[in-house]
């Protein structure tokens, strides 16, 4: 990666990062494009070279993690089941997250509790579908693509389900508890 890119990186992280503290400080919808632009210190038309919507800043990694949740999931070993290299995988992802967990927790909450986010941010993850399945497949043995056996298909939405149910169960116990106790319980009742 040059040096362009990297320093394009940073400035979007450091957007970001921004933009999150005044979500967080101020809710979502009280906070506007302007006020992140200055915030920032870039101009408004600045930012919108990096972010075209406030909910593009708050969900932009939802799609890397996606491509993380698929490299994590095709280096599991090809003995796991489906369910348990996915539960690997995306705890994997949980761990390397460089966040606390009341961070966590009152991000999530922002996010379960915003409209527009909750529905931009179920669009990034319909992508993980397809970036999953195909591993998914070849654990069941499963033809690449096959249109006529949609167990590896199910399984991806049932995990990708579990994991949602998974969150609002945390944040509604306050993140008392790890999101992982409540994944399993969803996984258990789905499988049972």
């Known amino acids: 990666m040059g040096l362009r890119e990297r320093t394009r990186q940073a400035v979007r992280a450091d ?42 800043i708050a969900l932009g990694d939802v799609a890397e993690r996606g491509a993380r949740i698929q490299e994590l999931l095709e280096a599991r070993p090809a003995s796991e089941g489906p369910w348990e290299a996915l539960r690997a995988a995306l705890q994997t992802v949980v761990e390397e997250g460089e966040f606390t967990p009341e961070w966590a927790r009152k991000t999530s909450e922002m996010f379960h509790g915003t409209p527009s986010l909750r529905a931009r941010q179920m ?28 167990r590896a298909t199910a399984i991806v939405a049932s995990a990708l389900a579990c994991l949602d149910a998974a969150v609002e169960a945390w944040i509604k116990d306050g993140g008392a508890r790890p999101v992982e106790e409540f994944y399993d319980r969803a996984v258990a009742a789905v499988r049972g």
């Open 15 to 56: 957007i970001a990062a921004t933009a999150m503290r005044l979500f967080l400080e101020r809710g979502f919808d009280a906070v506007t494009m302007e006020q992140i632009a200055t915030e920032a210190g870039i101009s408004r038309r600045s930012l919108f070279r990096y972010f075209a919507t406030k909910e593009d």
């Open 123 to 150: 669009e990034k993850q319909s992508r993980w579908h397809g970036q999953l399945v195909p591993d998914v497949e070849r654990r069941l043995g499963v033809a690449p693509g096959s249109v006529t056996d949609p």
